[in-house]
């Protein structure tokens, strides 16, 4: 009878399926390289017959690359395996592939969910192994010119995420000054008013020029006419305060320079009205490369 304590336990590594040897595996990418990216240096594998030292390190700077693109070209290298460790990868890539070397940038997960055990300096052996017999799966890089709009974009969308918080800052310090900004205007960067209420006042003579200015909707005069024009465009209460403000401008006028008050009526006024306004139409026109004529008379209008 067989003892059962020498017995594999279910799930152990009796039942585990074995990795096969690196020499059972096809060979993939004969000429391939593994390169292990870090933030000051960079480590670079080639298949051991390729050079008596098969492992360097590189720097990070631009003539380092160089050398290691060159290092690479000259061990018959045509394709690199790297991981897509932070941004360091960027130059490198960048160089690689103007060399002409096929660069695959893969996930740093997957290489490490392969079994096997790596040191810092022999990650790089580890890809370039895994590279060799097609282990490994490219990651989707899209063209230069997408990735290009694709910087300009997520730059794009940091500054709008930056202003937000600023704006935010903004009406955080007003509210602790008590400065209710935000209740008046909907974006107090831009100045955009929210409420266009006509503001209440208690001066006697803002409230006699009101009353005056009200009184002037059936009145066939300049003002009447201008009053009526402005209660068709703005409403009641904003024709009230323009009639008043325009009253107040007079009555400045009539006091400090002493000029007597011209009642042009109502016909003058609508036709000085109609005048400006062809003028100011006449004008647009002009600047729009165009001539205005008049329909009744055929002439041009200047």
Request: glycine content about 6%.
């Amino acid at each position: 009878m067989t003892d059962p304590r020498s017995l594999p336990l279910s799930g152990g590594p009796a039942d585990r399926p074995s990795c096969p040897a690196a020499d059972d595996l096809r060979v993939v990418h004969p000429h391939a390289a593994g390169i292990d990216i870090g933030s000051q240096r960079h480590y670079v594998a080639v298949p051991p017959d390729r050079d008596p030292e098969p492992v360097r390190s590189f720097g990070c700077l631009t003539p380092d690359l160089q050398e290691m693109a060159r290092w690479l070209k000259a061990c018959g290298v045509d394709t690199v395996a790297m991981e897509s460790s932070g941004v360091y990868w960027i130059p490198v890539m960048q160089v690689l592939e103007e060399w002409g070397l096929e660069v695959y940038l893969v996930d740093a997960r997957e290489a490490k969910n392969m079994p096997g055990r790596k040191t810092d300096v022999k990650d790089c052996q580890w890809l370039q192994q895994l590279h060799t017999h097609g282990l490994l799966t490219r990651a989707f890089r899209p063209a230069d010119a997408v990735c290009v709009l694709r910087s300009y974009w997520r730059h794009r969308q940091g500054l709008v995420e930056m202003a937000s918080m600023q704006i935010h800052l903004m009406q955080k310090s007003l509210e602790q000054m008590n400065l209710q900004l935000h209740k008046v205007l909907s974006d107090i960067t831009g100045g955009k008013v929210r409420r266009r209420r006509s503001r209440k006042v208690q001066n006697r003579a803002a409230r006699a020029l009101r009353v005056a200015a009200q009184s002037l909707h059936k009145s066939k005069s300049a003002l009447g006419a201008y009053y009526r024009r402005m209660h068709g465009r703005c409403g009641p209460a904003k024709a009230i305060t323009a009639t008043a403000h325009k009253l107040a401008l007079l009555i400045y006028r009539m006091l400090k320079y002493g000029m007597n008050y011209v009642e042009q009526g109502q016909q003058a006024y609508e036709q000085q009205y109609q005048q400006r306004t062809r003028r100011m139409l006449a004008k647009r026109v002009r600047e729009m490369g165009y001539a205005m004529v008049d329909l009744r008379s055929g002439e041009l209008v200047s």
